[in-house]
């Protein structure tokens, strides 16, 4: 005992000198954060995979500075994320931070953004308050009241009138219930119950069984990607689709990453959402093509779109400040920015630093022998509604 | 003169078996009183009974005249009934010094303090160092307990009865298990025993109960068959036929 | 040997076993000077010595008190939020706070020790785990007090002794946590060699024998369960001070479950097993997940398993032999 | 209210088929193995590549998943935990969560992080009304084959040679041992087969659970509640323990959402504070 204490010691003392960073290069650093463990993996994986593809695309260099990533894992843990977000502004000097899986993780962060004036691009996290938290941050997910409210005011302009909505307890699952119930019921729809699933859930039953009793014109879904598979095949299993319930739902729910994977289930559920990997366009066709090959064909779903388009903002901003812009200027010159990103047309708002993008409608159906979700409908240019214009 | 322990019409039921049946006992200061009677007679139960273990269904305990009947353990040994184990019941991690010193500050009403260091009062040193030299303990007293022979364990669980300042000690077979060689110190040890402490010693082996007690008890099925003078008690048919009788056999 | 002799030498050995030792003061002398010398490390040293205050906690319930919990972040998430919410509510000097804080984890910690006194190691295990996830539900459950899933924001403190502000490099967090466990540390290693101290490993070592000795044995474990919540709130309060965020991963199974392994890895019953081990855990982890942040837990895994595999006894061998041979070396 | 019930039970059966090889070790040999879920991992994903990837039919791949998840508990039982058993349960805890990591972490690397859907033969997906009683075919089917198995399981103990030897092992293994039972042999076979149910399990379970690297850590605790609360003799009590677990969450879910995660973990403290043993605890056990 008393000599792991001194090992211990000893270690403690040799440790600092050995792990510090060699001084900072002249090279613009992204510290990149992400849940590359824990349940929020696949986020992490995707968004990490579609940046690489982006730097590889777009070369290392912008404005004459050396583009470095640097990728730090948090496992979805909101003090980690912090800590690890301060440790890259202070030791690493890095000039933006990036990523953010989760709203906790990003909402965490964003003191840190603010008092290093270090922009934070949020590639992930969608509920809509996380970008007044400081003005550093700039979003190029998607915020959920923008497609949930999307939802609300199709849904009730297809005749369908009674709403049972089940949302996932958290977060996001609260936003989208809040926005999709708004617009519903302003539309003139009427909401049977609201039922919210824990986070940690491992069966879907006893809420369906509830659906089932309620005989509703149709289920409103909001799962996190990954649980939305489980919920649609016992929706099937339980028979409701032949009970005439129609199942809607938010893009998450038929994630591209997993559609084929989950199977004919899904088959015509229609959901509202800002990427489709079957979105028309010689854009997404290179971007959904490039991706693939880079990583043993697995189809990019939202996210990795979402950090796709993250990078083109940072790179953008490089651009237009010349590579010597600190980090308020960088912000400045992502206000307002726009581009076509392989979902279609997308803007940051000048004034919110949220994201402004068409939200589609789409079904799923087959093609060349794949499930994808097929767009039928957009609605352009939808801003967060939960920010006042 | 009151009793040092008494016990009246003690009853315990388990469900429709009685295991102790009307046992009254009284036990003089400074008596060396021994309990006998055959396996399955009831005497884990009266031991139990007697140190709060278990509650009577009916019956009073004294100790010293006062009801110690639904006093809760740790109150009992304050009171000073105190008891050793038939299996070794001690601090493997700890050294006899510090088994015993944790008693002794007990004793002392020292062990509710968060703050003192142990060792640094010296009634505990000298009450403990007492104990230890009492029962040739000094000189392994700083020795892990799982590493004592087995005798001295045993001698150890005798000397931390003692440490508790016990006014009735109840001694669970002290010489089970003590191979031959080693059971002489156990007789010492019993023989150092302070005269003014009342012994209620439960063993089975004979020769070890008459060596020591004065006045024996006889339980079968959980009621006292006699009580009287060692050669009473030897010379009555009764106790040969049901307990010297089978022990001759196994 | 005469008596006075006898009492000499029994005199000493009790003393030695609170004496200090020279590695001792090495350590904290070690962490002293991290403080000074690795300002570059304070953020990651702040969590570690947050973490280790935490484990140094569980130490004493599961060390001391033998009592196997993987609930222990009740206690953590209760004094994370009950900070946090204190400063929102105007309480904003740091050591106030962490002193309210303490005292409600306290309460809480004697109010659940009522459920552990009882039953086998997996039935403690799962009582306390499932606290916590009846405390985490809560929480979830009152987004109005505690932010819910987003976490309790605006949860800013005061300067420290209204002198040092917070700041974004962490050495003022990090001087701060250093100094509280530093204190908390002394009052704990004063309390486990004292008598009552005594009492609590005697439960933990022999329950029968203990009550036997009249010690109540429920209430020494009521009082170490209680005085160890207060130990893991205050660590969580640390953690909500010097991160001014608090998110439901406080009062996760995963913060127990990393704790129990680094307080093993440190090793049970002397008090610095908590530290050591969430040093060692959490730097390793650090080092590890910057080299491959995707698989990290395949190299964690492999060492704690080869840990185990080769024995703890030999591993500490190691650097016993190599400091016999420094020592050989310079005479 | 009976769908429920039937629901409550296809879960429960799950849980007891996932978690019977756990109570049997910790009862067995008192080994606290908390990477127990990472073989009803194996097993599910070896189901997943079996079928979706190289076209095995289901009811062929569920079989192997068994096979599979048992083989890789009797290597590991051989290299790796025989020489646990005597550490204590804290080592025990260390050992299997690295075990845990490093599984989670290897499946992440080898399949990939998303989550993986077992193709079903179309007819499981059909479902039938019986009584008023709404009965998934999926749900019938893990009755059916958890309920043969837990039949087997206990006539297997109750009955052979094998699980005479296993109970004598279990009562005392110095004394098994100088009646000259192989216990290491017993041990082994146990594991194994133990470890194979719980693949079993994952295979079957991947529909309702779902299944990606995170599922050892995910469903831990809950077959940690399955032998906690039905204690560690015999097979009686994790079967009564997870089918009450099935039936309780899933009524509790139906019945108050807004309860629903309480609801377990509160019955779970009261019965244990009620038998801190679990509810069919062996006499005078640990």
């Known amino acids: 005992m008393k000599n792991l204490l001194a090992a211990a010691s000893l270690l403690a003392a040799l440790i600092g000198p050995a792990v510090s960073p060699a001084a900072a290069e002249d090279a613009f650093k992204i510290g990149l954060i992400l849940p590359m463990t824990g349940p929020s993996q696949s986020t992490g994986k995707q968004i990490n995979a579609a940046v690489k593809l982006f730097m590889q695309q777009n070369g290392d260099e912008v404005a004459g500075r050396k583009v470095e990533i640097i990728l730090r894992d948090d496992a979805g843990v909101a003090d980690t994320t912090r800590r690890v977000a301060q440790e890259l502004v202070v030791k690493d000097h890095v000039s933006v931070l990036a990523g953010f899986g989760l709203t906790p993780l990003a909402l965490a962060t964003a003191p840190i953004a603010t008092q290093a004036k270090v922009p934070m691009v949020v590639m992930a996290a969608a509920t809509s308050v996380i970008t007044e938290k400081s003005p550093f941050i700039v979003r190029t997910a998607q915020v959920m009241p923008q497609v949930a409210s999307t939802m609300g005011t199709w849904t009730a302009g297809q005749g369908i009138k009674k709403v049972v909505t089940i949302v996932t307890d958290y977060g996001p699952g609260i936003d989208a219930e809040t926005w999709f119930v708004k617009n519903f019921q302003a539309a003139g729809g009427e909401i049977q119950s609201s039922l919210r699933v824990p986070l940690a859930n491992p069966d879907f039953a006893p809420f369906l069984q509830r659906v089932r009793d309620a005989q509703p014109d149709a289920v409103f879904v909001f799962t996190p990607s990954g649980q939305g598979a489980a919920f649609i095949k016992q929706f099937i299993e339980r028979g409701l689709d032949k009970s005439g319930i129609r199942l809607i739902a938010l893009g998450d729910v038929t994630d591209d990453d997993q559609l084929n994977a989950m199977g004919d289930a899904t088959l015509g559920v229609v959901t509202a959402g800002p990427y489709s990997a079957a979105h028309p366009g010689a854009v997404n066709a290179k971007f959904v093509a490039a991706f693939k090959a880079a990583n043993s064909d697995l189809r990019p779903n939202f996210m990795a779109v979402f950090g796709y388009d993250g990078m083109q903002a940072i790179y953008d901003a490089i651009k237009k400040t010349n590579g010597k812009g600190d980090g308020s200027a960088l912000i400045e010159a992502m206000k307002g920015a726009a581009w076509e990103s392989p979902r279609g047309p997308m803007q940051i708002d000048a004034k919110t630093r949220d994201i402004i993008q068409d939200v589609y409608l789409r079904k799923v159906e087959k093609k060349d022998g794949e499930l994808y979700n097929i767009e039928f409908g957009s609605v352009p240019k939808v801003r967060d509604p939960a920010k006042p214009e | ?250 | 040997m005469s008596r006075a002799e006898n009492i000499a030498l029994a005199a000493a050995s009790l003393r030695k076993v609170s004496a200090v030792r020279a590695a001792e003061i090495a350590f904290w002398l070690a962490a002293l000077a991290a403080f000074a010398l690795l300002p570059d490390q304070a953020l990651l040293l702040s969590e570690v010595t947050i973490t280790g205050l935490f484990a140094l906690s569980l130490d004493l319930v599961l060390g001391y008190g033998g009592i196997v919990s993987l609930g222990h972040a009740a206690f953590f998430g209760a004094g994370a939020y009950a900070a946090g919410l204190l400063t929102k509510m105007g309480v904003t000097d740091p050591l106030l706070g962490l002193a309210l804080s303490a005292a409600a984890t306290a309460l809480l910690g004697f109010v659940t020790s009522f459920l552990v006194l009882r039953g086998s190691d997996l039935t403690r295990i799962m009582v306390t785990l499932a606290v916590a996830v009846l405390l985490k539900e809560i929480a979830n459950r009152i987004p109005g007090i505690t932010g819910g899933a987003d976490g309790l924001q605006g949860v800013a403190p005061g300067p420290v002794l209204g002198i040092w502000e917070f700041d974004i490099f962490g050495q003022v967090g990090f001087g701060y946590s250093l100094a509280v466990t530093f204190v908390l540390f002394l009052i704990a290693r004063r309390f486990v060699v004292s008598p009552f101290g005594w009492s609590i490993r005697a439960v933990k070592e022999n329950q029968l024998r203990t009550s036997a000795i009249g010690i109540p044995v429920s209430r020494r474990l009521i009082v170490v369960y209680t005085l160890a919540a207060a130990y893991a709130g205050t660590a969580g309060a640390l953690l909500a001070q010097t991160t001014q965020f608090v998110s439901l991963d406080v009062l996760e199974f995963h913060r127990s479950a990393n704790l129990m392994l680094m307080l093993v890895i440190g090793g049970t019953g002397y008090l610095y097993g908590g530290l050591i081990g969430a040093l060692l855990f959490k730097l390793v982890q650090d080092a590890i997940a910057n080299i491959t942040p995707e698989y990290w837990e395949f190299w964690i895994g492999l060492l704690l398993v080869i840990l185990v595999l080769i024995g703890r006894d030999r591993i500490e061998a190691i650097p016993r032999a190599l400091l016999r041979r420094l020592r050989g070396a310079t005479p | ?286």
């Open chain 2, 1 to 250: 003169m009151t009793a040092a322990l008494e016990t009246t019409n003690l009853l315990r039921r388990f469900g429709g078996l009685v295991a102790t049946n009307d046992v009254s006992m009284c036990l003089a200061r400074g008596a060396r009183h021994a309990l006998i009677g055959p396996n399955g007679a009831g005497k884990t139960t009266l031991i139990n009974l007697l140190t709060g273990v278990l509650a009577p269904s009916s019956g009073t305990i004294r100790l010293d005249g006062a009801d110690i009947t639904t006093a809760s353990r740790s109150r009992r040994v304050e009171l000073g009934l105190v008891r050793t184990f038939q299996i070794n019941q001690l601090f493997p991690g700890f050294t006899p010094l510090q088994t015993v010193g944790l008693a002794v500050s007990r004793r002392l009403g020292l062990d509710r303090n968060m703050w003192r260091r142990i060792g640094s009062d010296p009634r505990v040193i000298e009450g403990s160092v007492d104990v230890l030299e009492r029962f040739d303990l000094i000189d392994v007293m700083n020795r892990p307990t799982a590493t004592l022979p087995y005798g001295k364990q045993r001698l150890l669980e005798i000397a931390v009865a003692i440490a508790c300042g016990p006014r009735v000690l109840l001694l669970d077979e002290p010489a089970a298990g003590v191979p031959e060689g080693e059971r002489g110190e156990i007789m010492d040890g019993l023989a150092a025993l302070p005269a003014d402490v009342t012994v209620l010693l439960i063993e089975h082996d004979m020769d070890l109960v008459f060596r020591f007690a004065d006045r024996i008890s006889v339980l079968v099925s959980g009621a006292l068959l006699l009580e009287g003078t060692a050669s009473e008690v030897a010379a009555d048919p009764r106790v040969r036929a049901v307990y010297l009788g089978d022990a001759s056999h196994g």
């Open chain 4, 1 to 286: 209210m009976l769908t429920n019930l039937f629901d409550g039970l296809a879960y429960g059966m799950l849980l007891f088929v996932m978690a019977c090889g756990l109570s049997v070790t910790l009862g067995l040999m008192n080994l606290i193995n908390l990477a127990h879920g990472a073989f009803a991992m194996a097993g599910g994903y070896v189901t997943a590549v079996l079928v979706n990837r190289l076209g095995v039919p289901f009811f062929a791949a569920l079989p192997l998943a068994f096979v599979a998840s048992a083989l890789i508990g009797l290597v590991l039982e051989r290299t790796l935990y025989v020489h646990v058993y005597r550490k204590s349960h804290l080592e025990q805890v260390l050992f299997s969560i690295g075990l845990v990591f490093m599984a989670m972490s290897g499946v992440s690397y080898l399949v990939g992080s998303e989550q993986q859907f077992i193709k079903l033969p179309a007819f499981l997906a059909n479902r039938y009304e019986v009584l008023g009683v709404s009965i998934g075919a999926y749900r019938l089917l893990i009755i059916g084959v958890c309920g043969v198995l837990a039949l087997v399981l206990q006539l297997a103990v109750a009955r052979t040679r094998f699980g005479a030897q296993l109970r004598a092992a279990v009562d005392d293994p110095v004394v098994a041992r100088g009646l000259g039972i192989h216990v290491d042999l017993v041990f082994a076979a146990t594991f194994a087969v133990g470890s194979g149910l719980a693949g079993l399990g994952g295979a079957l379970g991947a529909e309702i659970l779902g299944l990606d690297p995170t599922f050892p850590v995910k469903y831990m605790v809950y077959f940690l509640i399955v032998v906690a609360v039905g204690g560690s003799a015999g097979m009686t009590g994790p079967l009564v323990a997870a089918v009450l677990l099935g039936v309780a969450d899933v009524a509790g879910k139906y019945y108050a959402p807004q309860f629903g995660a309480f609801i377990i973990y509160a019955l779970m403290i009261v019965i244990l504070l009620w038998r801190p043993q679990g509810l069919f605890a062996k006499a005078g056990g640990r």
